[in-house]
């Protein structure tokens, strides 16, 4: 058996999460390791390099906060940087805080086992290496386990074929090429408006369409850098009392409380507006009540008509199945106008379903198609898929898996009980929205918590069983009456590829993030007496 090293801590991931908390563990002068399965740093924008990829949140609001030198030396260059911009900041970061000494790459974790007599966790990385340590502290992101489609002979395909959260490190040539895209999820929409610009011809399957906006990217230029600079804390601090951390925020205002003209004008600003404002800035209503929400799915499907030329074709990009921004809104650039393109053709799967992939390319029940490369955007098993494909067992040999079967338990959002000494970081059950305003929170409170448990000599930490039923019963019933909770997609934890993930749950919190901010510094006040420590 090969030895272990031991560690005070390990952290699983070096993404966002992982990264900054590896920083502020050693501040803390806690030995520490953080284990990864890239090559490199960057998490979600190491492995998602498909074209088109970037931020459909404003840059500097996604940015890392906690180092004003850092917010000082690193200039944007749009308003929704792209993936090589990301990771470049990122690897920035990870030179700028020297994280990389700590760092295993090509490490991905099998299994993680707790012994509760040594009060430690034994990780084994895939090649059979061993670690221990006391507190095991997983990031291993909401959206990282990629999922290939549930179809017969994806394996017999012979020309090229990509995961787009796997794709290659060097850049794939479309000129001339015969391309399909399965999907239409976010990063189908990002794929696609890219792809078409340079592809042969594109065929893109489609079975459930999604109701996009557009995005309005632009440049920054070195004034314009300086302004939002000279904003930052003003940007950060609204970002703090938003709902879900963006820089939008749900208008007071009901749908019904305006005139139609009012309402109109309304939307029509939001739908010119860069980003998620008209999702997140809409009218308070939109999301809860059912009429309000056909009136917005109404409006946007209007736009989409006067966008694709072929009404045909603009009635299939028309979800029938859910109402606007009851699932995630994928923000395009000419997403809509690619269809207008004659080397851009859409199948509806919902009429002509697929039956296999063949060695040559797709068979649908109407046709067979030829393709150069096939673009698998069939997403993720999200949110506890990351957890599944880790052996993970807590007290008497209990495994995670098993435990969350019928969804997560968790207390709020950060342990399990059962499973001592373990914390996770955009957890289920967790904040989401703005996703690293919602890590930094996350982080800096599991780092009070080890703070704590340094400075008294606690070896032991676990959630109570109250603490999880209460926590999880609280996040269940926040989730009432959303009309996103009564749609199948990755945010209610359905995914049709995955076996036992049919059935829709409650896997992320949804209430706002100011209200989890408190109800967690609660905790801390209390000296985390809600906690068995020992
Ligand atoms: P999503 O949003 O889960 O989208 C996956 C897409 O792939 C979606 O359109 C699915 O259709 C489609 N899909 C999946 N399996 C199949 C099969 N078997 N046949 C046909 N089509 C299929 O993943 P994304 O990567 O786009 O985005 C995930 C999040 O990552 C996103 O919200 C961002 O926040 C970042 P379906 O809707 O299931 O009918």
Redesign the pocket.
Known sequence: MATSKQYDAIIIGAGMSGLYQLHRLRELGLSVRLLEAGTGVGG?WYW?RYPGARF?SESYSYAYSFSRELLDEWDWGEHFAGQPETLRYLNHVADKFDLRRDIEFRSRVAAAHYDDETRTWDIRVEDGERFTCRFMITAVGP?SA??????EGVEDFTGQSFH??RWPHQPVDFAGKRVAV?????????TIQEVAKTVGQLTV??????WCAPLHNAKIGPEEMVRLRAGYPEMFQRCQETFSCFIHTMDPRGTFEVTPEEREAFWEKLYGEPGFGIWQGNFRDMLTDRRANALISEFVAGKIRQRVKDPATAEKLIPRNHGFGT??V?LETRYYEAYNQPNVRLVD?LET??QRITPAGIRTSDAEYEFDIIV?????D?VTGSFDRIDIRGLGGQRLKERWRHGPETYLGVMVNGFPNMMMLIGPHMALGNIPRSIEYNVDWVSGLMRHVRDRDISRVEATEAGVTTWTDHVKTLGEGLLSNEV????TG????VEGKQVRIVNRYSGSAPAYRARCDEVAADCYGELSLG
Do not use: E
Request: charged share 15%; hydrophobic share 40%.
């Open positions: 979600t998602n459909d959206l990629p999922t290939l489609p549930a179809i787009t959260a399965i999907g239409t999820g976010a990063t189908a929409v990002q399957f489609q079975r459930t369409p999604n699932r995630r994928p799967l379903p697929i698998y955007a069939t997403g993720f999200a199948d997609s990755w945010m359905v995914n049709r590829n």
